[in-house]
Every structure is written in C-alpha cells, then in structure tokens.
C-alpha cells in the first residue's frame, strides 16, 4: 500500500500522526506500505511511485476540493480530469475534504475499482494546547479513529463497502457514547461534527473489492 | 388578523447557530480542512459575518438538528 502524510499545517500534521496507526496495522499483517511523509508528498514523487509501483491500495491525507487531492503545500497530487486515471486498479481512501464528490467519481470512471472519502468537509474537534502532542488528544481521537477504520478494515481483508460501513458503525458508536446521560454538556457538542463526518463518507465504485 | 410574518430568515437562523456555539467547549479547536482551526469566538465571528466558514458551520448545526427531529438515533 502507498499512503501519503504531508505534515505542513495543524490539521495535515494532526493526519500524519494519527496515520501511523494505519501504517503499524498494514505492518502487523505483512502488508509492504510505502510512506511518504512531508515534503516528499509532491506530485512528481507520489505519481511516479504509483507508476512504479502499481499500488493495489492507495491512502492519501491531506488537503482536498472536489476536483483535487493535495500533498506539502496542497500541491496537487491527483486531479480530476488531469491524471486521475494512474489510479486505474487501485483502491483509494482520501482523508482529503470534498474529494469524493467529483474526482472520485472521475477517479472509478478512469479505473480506480473503489474509492472511499468525503463528498464534504472533514472536520474535527481538537483540545486546544495539543498541537504538538497530537496522539493524546482525546477528542481528536473520537474523529480519526473512525475514519482511520475504513483503511484498517481493507487491511484486515474486508470488502470497500464493509470498510465503509465498518467505519460509519464505528462514528454511530461514538455518537450514541456521547448521547448518553453521563456525558458532559461539553463533549456532546461533538455530536453535530461527528455526524457530519459519518454522512459525507461514501464508498464509489466495486463495494465487494478487496485490497 | 394576524399579520406578523412568520417565516425563518437566514438571519434568524445564524443567531440559532450562535446561540447553540456558546456551548461549543472553551479550550477546544474545529479544524475545517484547509480553512484552518477555529476557537469557539472565532467560530461565532465567522458565522455572524456570514463567510464560507460560517455558512459551513451553519450547514453542520442544521444537519444535526434535522437528525434530532428525524430521531436517527433513537430507533436503535
């Protein structure tokens, strides 16, 4: 698998960490991942290393609009009817805003056989003192756990439609831990952005392939 | 004969939204995407002057309370 973490700016440095748990799980089951990290995320880099390599599983983070996934910088890595059709095989999950609602559909017209992201915004919640400390933000965690889980579930070998809703049941537990009577005031105005998330993650293309 | 107009402007809307952020929690930051991270008063600004954050935000807090009266989640 090839996985791209550009870490420029908060959000995009948040990514990058909590990818790592992505990475550490395709390890633990033998997958070879190839990491590009920081400004190595450019376009010259990522589209000769899917060249090359052909990846069947591709996971990009980063900045996104609907016609354009970004590395360092928001570089344009893939763009809709630019050279989204190197993508022609694999499978993609894009944490990237906005990508699924037209260069994923362009991306599955071109070849990619599914391709999982947001047809929105992705947003989060963070604490405020934790950008440096990102991995024990624990309401950081309740949004990237979820969405790390459409990538983990390809990995333990499920189809893209059950990534998907993997992940979504995933965001549905969250919510309904947040409704109940225990939950401070505070945490439940989580809600409104968690289901956001969950409703703007889609599955286009082949919902049986595997990785 | 009841003349007062009755209908939702965008305007009452925003003050529904930022009535709702005052309970948004201090010490906590949204990220939206390349837009940036915004703290609770910064999100209420945003709303208020109407810009694609604060309409975004807006977009979010309606979807929720669509949720609510839809009860999604009391079914299960």
Known sequence: ?211 | MNTQDSRVTDEDVRKLVVARLHSFPAGRKISIGADGEFTKDELIERVEKDDRVGKKIVEIQLSYLQSLKEQRFMEE
């Open chain 1, 1 to 211: 698998m090839l996985i791209t973490r550009p870490n420029h700016d908060v959000t995009t440095t948040y990514l990058f960490h909590w990818s790592k748990d992505i990475i550490d799980t395709a390890i633990h089951h033998k997958l070879s991942v190839i990491d590009v990290t920081g400004k190595r995320v450019s376009k010259k880099e990522v589209n000769s290393i899917i060249k090359k390599m052909k990846p069947s599983f591709v996971c990009f983070n980063g900045h996104g609009n609907e016609r354009i996934i970004g590395g360092y910088d928001n570089e344009p890595l893939i763009q809709k009817d630019v050279n989204e059709s190197i993508l022609s095989g694999a499978v993609v999950f894009a944490r990237a805003c906005r990508s699924a609602k037209e260069l994923g559909p362009s991306c599955v017209t071109k070849g990619t056989t599914a391709y999982i992201g947001y047809t929105d915004d992705f947003v989060f919640l963070t604490e405020e003192g934790k950008e440096t400390r990102s991995l024990t933000d624990g309401v950081v965690k309740i949004f990237l756990e979820p969405s790390n889980y459409v990538a983990i579930s390809f990995i333990k070998g499920h189809s893209a439609g059950q990534a998907n809703q993997r992940s979504k049941n995933y965001f549905k537990n969250n919510i309904k831990k947040l409704m109940t009577s225990d939950t401070s005031k505070e945490d439940r105005e989580l809600i409104p952005y968690l289901l956001w998330d969950m409703d703007h993650q889609v599955c286009i293309g082949d919902d049986k392939v595997v990785v």
